[in-house]
């Protein structure tokens, strides 16, 4: 199921009907937010749909499937402050009054998770660096366990490693970041790449 959450944010929460009918007393599953790519997929998308349906069966899980604005349209940092403002709707059941009722009585906010494919990864990095650095109040009730960051899209100016072994492909990697952030099209921007002047290192990354 689908819903506007706040502004053009979107969150779909997929589950299996099955379960409520056949769990008479109240069963807490894990929470998972998950996010995907910058530009060409929404969480309708038939691999990230079946995905996380399967991942919700398989894993007994509660999945939130975040459909934040794309560029080129809106262009970054518009998807990560979409994804924190999903973040923060999450947040807002943890005590059990949320809007969404299926969060409210079936989610464990002792057992949250956040993940991510591609650059839905390096949203997660981001937004966990600024829960990190902020005030949010994450309350007593709700306990983020782990990161799961699939194939992240991290990149800089300099190649490492095997990225400099397909010029061609290094080139049409070192246009994309340009394309969803003009406001600052350096592909050492510290959100893209945590290694830059500015960006976390290694001793942060990930937490």
Known sequence: MGKIIERRVGIEIPFKVGWLSSNRAKVEWPLVEFTRGFVVSTP???????????????SQVIAVSVHYRRPPE?????????????????????????PEEWLNNYADFGRVFLSGESAGANIVHNLVIAIGNSELDLGLNLNILGVALVHPYFWGSDPIGSEGVDPERKASVDRLWPFVCPSNPDNDDPRVNPLAEGGTGLNGFGV
């Open 74 to 98: 809106h262009p970054l940092p518009i998807a990560y402050e979409d994804s924190w403002a999903a973040l923060q709707w999450v947040i807002s059941h943890s005590n059990g009054d949320g």
């Open 44 to 58: 309708s998308s038939p691999n990230y749909h079946n995905f996380l349906n399967a991942l919700v069966a398989e």
